[in-house]
């Protein structure tokens, strides 16, 4: 059987069982006495089992029924869940997730998965218990020894008959060590300048790449002596401490020899053990999302009548066919519309009036299609922010709200990982510790609220926390050091402005790097990412009490509702959603100040912008007009007036991309057909407002 043509299948309903298994799992950690959940994530474990054994793929089948058997006993109360077993099966959807991204890579989703297998048989047989004590016994033991092959045993040994001096060494690393890397590389370094090492553990190459913890291990060979060794490595800044034992035959042979299989069998389960448990301790913990309403879609109550499939897949390459398809048929109607005006015949623009209500109908159905709600960037979440809370020590519910508020495909697309980082910012920057929490009279479990909405032709996103906000001295302070306000500037700002400044590039409060944040990237990334889709992120907060990101979007990247201007012969289109109101100025009204054209605006003043300048228009010069109209835009809180020479009228647009030789033009975001077959550049507003 042929089973390429069912992979799409496969992968698609992978995800969603595997999505079904992450949100079963934090509900039944919060509800740990709740065998019916169990029944569900058993259900699906069985379903994926099934579906991966029939496509071929058998180390994903391999895992799944390595869980069955854990939740099997679980269903059947021979065994309660606990904090290792649920650190277990997280562990387990990890790898499964890992080897479903492979398959969709082109892979064949196969993976050493042996250290999480041993991990879950240890659950079934009762030996977990008794190897966990084995596990924390061999984290204090310092001396673990290094497997080598036979050839570097027998070098070893061919060394030591030879009179040199063998090591083995352990180095461990200070805790608050930032550059564990780099700390190694020196201490590699000062080894090779006295002899040779002939085996680390881990490898060079995962050392290099900071995959180790705090320790590493080595085998060396040399003519020093031990005590000038320990002095060299201890030399190197953030090295805690250094344990250096001479090998002779006999001791290597001790430290080095293969394992007997019941030691193997044991050690392999305390190994898989240590890799399952998080470092932080087993209090930490953090809420399953609360429901703060119904999902989107509800799922059948067990033994219920099963419900017909109401809906179809379809590959988004179709759709955006169908979106483009759809766009040509809009150019033509705004054409047939300009002919029936000018024809001027009854029966003409009966007919056009009728095509442009069912065209608007359609426009609307195709747009739909396009629309996802923001559900499926969502439901990740919960999941992040529980492992997030444990690894710090906190305890975080995340709630949230609006999760069937729909956006267009394209935005679902990219919005993911702006908000992975502004909500990994609110648990590592804005929620307290609790010992903070309880010291400032608030509960031990932070709340993070998670929220979308529409308004408008926009879908906002704000995510707030009640953490301990944040606090403009020390936002100024970091402003200022990093030059990017003069002491002048920082008195004169108000508490809004101040905060943006945390959106400027390479800006960071944190006082201590981590891998969660901190580490100076992120924020300006963020809103890089959200102004290019068209939006823009703001920033509320009160110190002590909590932060609010807003982020705002825009429905739909493909079709936008637009004012068409004109400037000399040339058309531009101007987006709606930035447009604030259009007017008409004399001469007169417009002041220079420090060489820069601005208008008294609303009681402020605005500066002044000529498009024809702007884009070199060569038969129009709003400095021979006597009056001249203006299209006022914004971006935030911030305001500009744009000249232009006459306004068209509204009109919805078809994006169309100037393709990849004209990438990069200065406020310019793309252009479209008009009906007349002419092109209009689409203006980015953006770009002009600093």
Known sequence: MELSQYLSMFIDESKEHLQALNENLLSLESNPQDISIVHNIFRSAHTLKGMSATMGFEDIASLTHEMENVLDMVRNSKIEMNSFIFDCIFKSLDS???????????????????????????????????????????????????????????????????????????????????????????????????????????????????????????????????????????????????????????????????????????????????????????????????????????????????????????????????????????????????????????????TVEHMSRVSSDLQNIVLKLRMVPVDSVFNRFPRMIRDLAKSLDKKVDLIITGADTELDRTVIDEIGDPLVHLLRNAVDHGIESISDRVAAGKSEHGTIQLRAFHSGNHVFIEIEEDGRGIYREKVLKTALKNGLVTAEQAAKLTDKEVYNLLFASGFSTAEKISDISGRGVGLDVVKTKIQMLGGHVQVDSKPGVGSKFSVQLPLTLSIISAM????????????????????????????????????????????????????????????????????????????????????????????????????????????????????????DPNALIK
């Open 96 to 350: 499964l997730e890992s080897m479903v991204e492979d398959i969709i890579q082109g892979g064949t989703g196969k993976a050493d998965v042996s250290p999480i297998v041993v991990s879950l048989r240890s659950i079934v047989t009762g030996e977990y218990k008794t190897a966990q004590t084995a596990a924390v016994t061999a984290v204090k033991e310092p001396v673990k020894g290094i497997e080598v092959d036979e050839f570097q045993f027998s070098i070893l040994q061919q060394s030591i008959e030879a009179g040199f001096l063998v090591f083995y060494i352990e180095v461990n690393v200070n805790e608050n060590c930032v550059l564990k890397a780099a700390r190694a590389y020196m201490v590699f370094d000062a080894l090779e300048r006295m002899g040779e090492i002939v085996k680390a553990t881990p490898s060079v190459q995962e050392i290099e790449q900071e995959k180790f913890d705090r320790s590493f291990s080595l085998y060396f060979i040399s003519k020093v002596d031990q005590a000038s060794l320990e002095k060299e490595i201890l030399n190197v800044s953030e090295i805690e401490s250094a344990v250096i034992i001479t090998v002779d035959s006999e001791s290597l042979a001790e430290l080095s020899r293969p394992r007997s299989e019941v030691e193997a069998a044991r050690q392999e389960i305390a190994a898989a053990i240590a890799a399952v448990e998080a470092p932080a301790p087993a209090a930490a913990a953090v809420s399953a999302p609360k429901a703060a309403e119904p999902a989107a879609a509800p799922k059948p109550a067990a033994g219920g009548a099963p419900v017909a499939s109401r809906t179809i897949r379809v590959d988004i390459e179709r759709l955006d066919a169908l979106m483009n398809l759809f766009s040509e048929l809009l150019i033509d109607r705004v054409r047939l519309e300009q002919l029936a005006s000018e024809v001027k015949r009854n029966d003409l623009t009966e």
């Open 564 to 683: 068409l201007v004109r400037l000399g012969s040339e058309k531009y289109a101007i987006p709606l959603s930035s447009i604030v109101e259009t007017s008409a100025i004399q001469k007169q009204q417009i002041r220079s100040i420090h060489g820069n054209k601005m208008i008294d605006y609303r009681k402020s003043v605005i500066p002044l912008v000529s498009l024809s300048t702007l884009f070199g228009v060569p038969d129009f010069n709003e400095d021979l007009e006597e009056e001249t109209e203006i299209v006022v835009v914004r971006k935030g809180d911030k305001q500009v007036a744009l000249m232009v020479d006459e306004f068209i009228g509204q009109q919805e647009i078809v994006l169309k991309t100037l393709g990849k030789y004209l990438t990069g033009l200065f406020a310019i975001s793309g252009a479209t057909i008009l009906g007349d077959g002419q092109v209009a550049l689409i203006i």
